[in-house]
């Protein structure tokens, strides 16, 4: 091993990842609890067919169908009107987001976000050589725009990174902030909208801002509100000139004829996944009122997961939930741990087996 010229920042290194536990109650990384409906199977099975057959051929580079669907949707849930050409898709937003950092990082520049968030965020910004800098969150995990700006004068940023709803707070920021963080900085500001349709209602998206911000890039995902974390589909929405030069650093056919096919197919079924996602964001409101009731601190979510606390020793709790065969997640602030909505009888079981564990008095 130490005779490969490995770069000095990967040198050991674990690949990143949580835990994938095969445990009966899974509610560690935020994914939709409810599979696809028969109906999309057997209409995506029929779409894979009919793209198998065409496998000996690459796909459509510029994924073009696929795009011009995107935008459909996006019109459909906040109304704002996109061009194909201001939609980018790519395998997962983390495809995205690394895109994003190979186009607007690399050696000698600086990717700012504020922190607790996205653990995945510095190691994007390690794989493209792009220093990495954060700013503290509030108490209540907001952004102060006082101290945002004085980071940004601090550090001259070229990539601004917010994340809204964040993850692993459930905390979407003003659009007032993301129109100052824009106003401050010559660099990109990327708002991570992964969470944006379990938002609550009066909580704006930051696609309203595209047509006056010529440096803003909203991504979005289908992995988390679309139930689709397993085909890898994620996208952007920026001015054209940003995406043009996503369109350069990307791998040539990055996105699979098959990734296309489904993802389309997904598209045509949004009213059914809106409607889950209408019954989560209602279970995510509820269990936070549980959790507070139950005299632990929760913090204010418009995502699909609920970060709770504080524990002295948080771990303990974690081991005894997986104990009782619910597994969460440990992360986040010290003393917190986050918790995705599941099913009504998943969110149950991890009731039960928190209220054992909590009683068992051992935290
Ligand atoms: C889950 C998540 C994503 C989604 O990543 P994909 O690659 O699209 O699965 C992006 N950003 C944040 C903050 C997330 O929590």
Redesign the pocket.
């Known amino acids: 091993m130490t005779d490969l010229p490995i770069r000095d920042e990967l040198r050991g290194v674990e690949p990143y990842g949580a835990p994938q536990l095969d445990v009966p109650v899974r509610l560690n990384v935020?994914e939709n609890p409810f599979p696809p409906s028969e109906q999309l199977v057997a209409d995506a099975a029929r779409a894979v067919a009919h793209a198998v057959r065409d496998l000996n051929r690459y796909p459509d580079r510029e994924a073009t169908t696929l795009r011009e669907r995107l935008a459909g949707y996006l019109e459909g849930e906040s109304g704002v009107t996109l061009e194909t050409s201001q939609v980018w898709a790519a395998n997962?937003?983390?495809?995205i987001m690394l895109q994003i950092l190979q186009a607007f990082g690399g050696p000698g520049r600086t990717a700012l976000s504020f922190a607790p968030t996205?653990s995945m965020y510095p190691e994007y910004a390690r794989d493209t050589s792009t220093a990495w800098v954060t700013a503290q969150r509030e108490d209540d995990f907001g952004i102060d725009e006082d101290r945002a700006l004085k980071a940004i004068a601090e550090h001259q940023p070229t990539v601004v990174l917010v994340?809204s709803p964040n993850?692993p707070t459930g905390t979407a920021v003003p659009l007032d902030l993301v129109s100052a963080l824009h106003e401050a900085t010559d660099g990109v500001v990327v708002v991570?909208e992964?969470?944006a349709e379990f938002r609550r209602d009066g909580v704006p998206s930051a696609l309203s801002l595209l047509d006056t911000h010529p440096r803003l890039i909203v991504t979005r995902?289908m992995?988390?509100a679309f139930a689709f974390?397993g085909a890898?589909l994620?996208y952007a929405a920026a001015g054209r000139p940003i995406i043009d030069v996503l369109r350069v650093v990307r791998l040539p056919y990055h996105l699979s004829a098959v990734t296309q096919a489904v993802a389309v197919v997904a598209l045509e079924h949004a009213a059914e996944l809106q409607a889950r996602v209408a019954q989560l964001r209602d279970e995510r409101d509820a269990l936070a009122t549980w959790l507070r009731d139950a005299g632990l601190e929760v913090a204010e979510s418009d995502a699909n997961f609920v970060l709770f606390g504080r524990f002295a020793d948080r771990h303990a709790v974690w081991q005894g939930l997986l104990d009782h065969g619910v597994l969460i997640r440990e992360t986040g602030p010290d003393g917190w741990l986050r918790v995705s909505v599941g099913t009504p009888d998943e969110t149950t079981a991890f009731k039960v087996a928190l209220s054992d564990v909590l009683r068992e008095g051992t935290v």
Do not use: L, V
């Open positions: 935020n997962g937003s983390n495809e996205y994340a993850n991570d992964a969470y995902t992995s988390k974390a890898r994620g």
